[in-house]
């Protein structure tokens, strides 16, 4: 079965420096998608960023990318010049494309920016 | 871009009577939605999948007799939580993967459900 794991429940970070976020995944399949989602209090979920398994280059998205070490499975979100607006809810997600494209998600790191 | 959108975005209920969420893809159709229940503090948890045209698959532990899908056509999709309890209050947000060639799926707004 297909496992996230987000081992910090929550980060602080000082605006303008540079965090990074932890996520792990176990599955046995070769091919899935791997997605990082900000979740502000308001809830709506908010896409970050995309990986791809077969994908080469680590995936950046402006102040965002994604740190991807196949062999360690791990995907980690480093975020650079952190915002006060970056405060939230960050979960990575796992796509299962044998099962329809459902996302798997992980716990959820909680970050907080200080000014 | 792709919206996904869900009403109501709250509802209060009483205790036994049930609630009917509703989740519409707006620009672009979604054979395939998917259920999820965030309880505060914690991720999002799976629920079911919605199929249009067939039925749900409901994750192991979720009671299919008590969140009812219906998934009537392309764009939209109901979750309706029968005879609520205070435990089924939740945050319940759907979402539809895009199949216009992009990867990421869309998320509904969310319906925030307390019941009394």
């Known amino acids: 079965a297909q496992k996230i794991t987000q081992t910090q429940p929550g980060m602080f970070v000082q605006e303008k420096e540079a965090v990074t976020l932890d996520c792990t995944y176990d599955?046995?399949?070769?091919?899935?998608?791997l997605f990082w989602y900000k979740q502000p209090s308001s809830g709506e979920m908010i896409f970050l960023i995309y990986?791809?398994?077969?994908?080469?280059q680590n995936a950046t998205e402006g102040r965002y990318s994604l740190n991807f070490q196949k062999a360690r499975k791990s995907a980690n979100l480093v975020i650079s010049a952190s915002q006060l607006g970056d405060s939230a809810m960050y979960f990575c997600?796992?796509?299962?494309?044998?099962?329809?494209?459902?996302?798997?998600f992980g716990q959820g790191t909680e970050l907080s920016v200080k000014p | 871009g792709a919206v996904v959108s869900q009403h109501p975005s709250r509802v209060i209920c009483k205790s036994g009577t049930s609630v009917k969420i509703e989740c519409r893809s707006l620009d672009f159709q979604a054979t395939t939605m998917f259920w999820y229940r965030q309880f505060p503090k914690q991720s999002l948890m799976l629920m079911a999948t919605?199929?249009?045209?067939?039925?749900?698959?409901?994750e192991q532990g979720v009671e299919k007799d008590k969140f009812l899908i219906n998934h009537a056509s392309l764009t939209l999709s109901t979750l309706t939580v029968t005879s609520a309890h205070p435990e089924d209050s939740s945050f319940y947000i759907c979402?539809?993967?895009?199949?216009?060639?992009?990867?990421?799926?869309?998320f509904g707004p969310g319906t925030r459900l307390t019941v009394t």
């Open positions: 919605s199929n249009e045209g067939s039925k749900a698959t409901y």
């Open positions: 990986q791809g398994s077969y994908d080469e």
């Open positions: 997600a796992m796509r299962d494309y044998n099962q329809g494209g459902k996302l798997i």
């Open positions: 979402s539809a993967p895009y199949a216009g060639g992009r990867y990421e799926q869309y």
């Open positions: 599955t046995s399949d070769q091919s899935y998608g």
